[in-house]
């Protein structure tokens, strides 16, 4: 029987949600169908996706961050046919890639201070080998994190995840400890015990893209190295230029890691990879004698494909200048939305970094508007977002999701090639809802009512 890929993606392609509920998670094609985000994608070309009707969709999601460079960037993909052209041996483990060797040369060119790389498959990845060589290099147990960080959901990425909607049901997790973000104090008194052998922290919190106030992250370093722990920075999401820099703790003088994770957009969008980049000293704790070898070890890390990707992907962010495009583009972002805060009493706030922005909305002044948004609390913290989420989508086909659950906060992650068109785009979507929303009635609101309902199914 000759196999013919095309061929077996026609066959299936009109059976996406019929199979998806019979053989995968069952609750995915109920949420796209209840939201109204049913649509069957045909193709997809930089920040756009493309539906079987011809609609074009402006992609602000772009993967949890992971198309940095935009979908089917045409220089990775040719990378992508390269490396399977070449024949190469892969996958040998007894042996030492070069295409490895290139990417992790080039990566730590990007982070100063960090000497080492580990390649693995994911984000989760990367997090449980930070942490696991944080507690090996340190002889020490607990890791300290960030209450709502999301760092994975793997169990040792679960333990230092402070969402509780992700851990419920999964403890008992491993001993670590979650502070407020910003609280010096309670670092402190963890420190104290001589017991935490690092803090994990993303500098901006994907869920609801919230940063430390400024100089908080350098006097947690100091606070820190005074007691002989850690700082991890996990840039799974941050890193690669999302905010206008290759890092984003780069935005702070003084911060310098001894530990940084980083996946998503390394990938170029094609094949999963995740790095854990050290200084020497962790790593050679770790592999310490020839016998320790491969005491922390991935069957995929490093293969040829994901190189391939990498190198490719860090090429087109250099020649098409894509992290200054992501901190200019930010800058527009920033300057549109911004005046419409006094315009719109439900919007409360822009947040974030370049191409990583949170929009927060509030509770209305108005009393024909607070009686909507009291009935949208009380049913689930959070409806009011996704009741802005869905007529960008069904009316201006641009594509978003919340920030976090029970936070009325929207994320922007759009692609790093967008332009200055796409950004006059969503404004004017934005601006449309928001004028819809500030009528007190209609289909927005009508939508709204068919969200409570559903959340008081739920309960």
Known sequence: MTFDLGETYEAYADRGFELHAKHLNPQLPRVLRTIGMDRKYVRAEGPYLYDDKGDRYLDFLSGFGTYGVGRHHPVVRKAMQDVIALDLPDIVHFHTPPLAAALADRLLARAPGMDRVYFCNSGTEAVEAALKFARFATGRRRIVYIDHAFHGLTTGALSVNGAAEFRKGFEPLLPDVGIKLGDLDALARELKRGDVAALIIEPILGKGVLAPPPGWLAAAQKLLREHGALLIADEVQTGMGRTGKFFAYQWEDGVEPDIVTIAKALSGGYVPIGATLTRDWVFKKVYSTMDRVLVHDCTFGGNNQAMAAGLATLAVLDDEDLIGNSARMGDAFTAALTPLIDKYELFAEVRGRGLMIGL???????????????????????????????????????????????????????????????????????????????????????????????????R
């Open 360 to 458: 927060e909305f509030g509770k209305p002044r108005s009393l024909k508007l607070r009686a909507g948004w009291t009935a949208l609390q009380a049913a689930r913290h959070g409806l009011f977002a996704q009741m802005v989420v869905v007529p960008l989508f069904q009316r201006h086909r641009v594509l978003t999701q919340v920030a976090g659950d029970h936070m009325d906060v929207i994320k922007l992650l759009p692609p790093y090639v967008i332009g200055q068109e796409d950004v006059d785009h969503f404004v004017a979507g934005f601006v449309d809802v928001m004028d819809d929303a500030h009528k007190g009635t209609g289909l927005m609101w009508d939508f709204g009512r068919t969200l409570i309902k559903q959340a008081m199914t739920n």
